[in-house]
């Protein structure tokens, strides 16, 4: 009879095993069609010449790849120097996703921590609230932020209204109004993510802390953050990976002074103008950033987890 049983948990096992592949071709119809394919086509585009009304021309070339890295004069025949144009606009990039990033910690953090703390009837309520306005299309947002922060917005009304300022502040086409932009778009991709860790940390640890004389800080430091470390991280990289591409927030708050590599990539897509090996190639300079700060984070993770 136990050996039936176990013949019989073996007999379902190999056929949920046999079924697993059916099962998962969907999934992998999707990842193949939508992900993988449209990849390869930007590789693949990264590497061919541009046509002069847009499109590109079967010759392979690496000229999208040099016009990214070098700067070889206006007819193209001087020697290679450094192109710092489109490196500038990549180190732009890297440090307003990075500021927003931090800033969405800052402020998601505690948030976070306030609502895995409410009753668990009410925790749904604050979720609730946090994800509400992203229901609507970000380009709506994005759009309401600009009217909000114009030189005639209701933000300028509001503060010389109460006399704090004599004059409006000028905040849209800056770097601020992009940071705003920014951290407004994906703040919430930092708040579930820590608060589903939160909401599982077991707080005992912390009341055993404190007693044993561990001060606030030192809970947090040493009890509270590495155990909620894997949603920290999850939400830094679903911040930081969007913001680094984004081109709404630039293109509408921040104007042509405060370009990023999501507006330029953009650019080289539309009308007739383009040029759309370079747009592939900048992304595919975009996506290889990407991995590489992916690949460094799940090597983290697993030293971590290898640590523990």
Not at 121 to 136: C, D, E, G, K, Q
Not at 148 to 162: Q, S, T, W, Y
Not at 188 to 212: G, K, Q
Request: net charge neutral; glycine share 8%.
């Amino acid at each position: 009879m136990a050996g039936g049983a176990a013949s019989g948990g073996s007999a379902a096992s190999d056929t949920y095993r046999q079924a697993r592949n059916w099962l998962l071709l969907p999934s992998w119809l999707v990842l193949v069609v939508f992900v993988l394919m449209p990849v390869c086509v930007m590789v693949i585009y990264s590497f061919l010449t541009k046509e002069f009304r847009g499109g590109v021309i079967w010759d392979p070339t690496l000229a999208a790849y040099d016009q990214f890295f070098f700067d070889r004069g206006l007819f193209g025949d001087d020697d290679p120097t450094l192109q710092w144009t489109y490196i500038s606009i990549f180190w732009r990039s890297i440090w307003q996703a990075g500021l927003a990033t931090i800033l969405s910690l800052l402020i998601g953090f505690p948030t976070a921590y306030y609502i895995a703390t409410r009753p668990a009837n009410t925790r749904a309520l604050w979720v609730f609230l946090i994800t509400i306005p992203y229901w609507v299309n970000l380009l709506i947002r994005t759009v309401s932020m600009k009217f909000l922060l114009r030189d005639e917005g209701p933000l300028n009304d509001f503060l010389m209204n109460i006399g704090l300022i004599g004059d409006p502040l000028h905040i849209i086409n800056t770097n601020l109004a992009v940071q705003l932009g920014l951290f407004y778009s994906y703040l919430p991709f930092m708040v579930l993510p820590i608060y589903a860790s939160v909401e599982r940390y077991n707080f005992t640890m912390s009341e055993a802390a404190a007693d044993l004389y561990a001060t606030k800080w030192t809970t947090l430091r040493r009890i509270l953050l590495p155990a909620v470390k894997p949603g920290v991280i999850a939400g830094c990289i679903l911040v930081f990976v969007p913001s680094l591409g984004a081109f709404l927030a630039p293109d509408l708050l921040g104007g042509a002074k405060n370009f990023m590599i999501g507006s330029l990539i953009e650019e080289q897509f539309k009308g007739n103008a383009g040029n759309w090996p370079f747009g592939a190639a900048a992304s595919m300079v975009l996506l290889t950033m990407v991995m590489v700060i992916l690949l460094i984070f799940a090597r983290q993770q697993r030293r971590g987890g290898g640590e523990q």
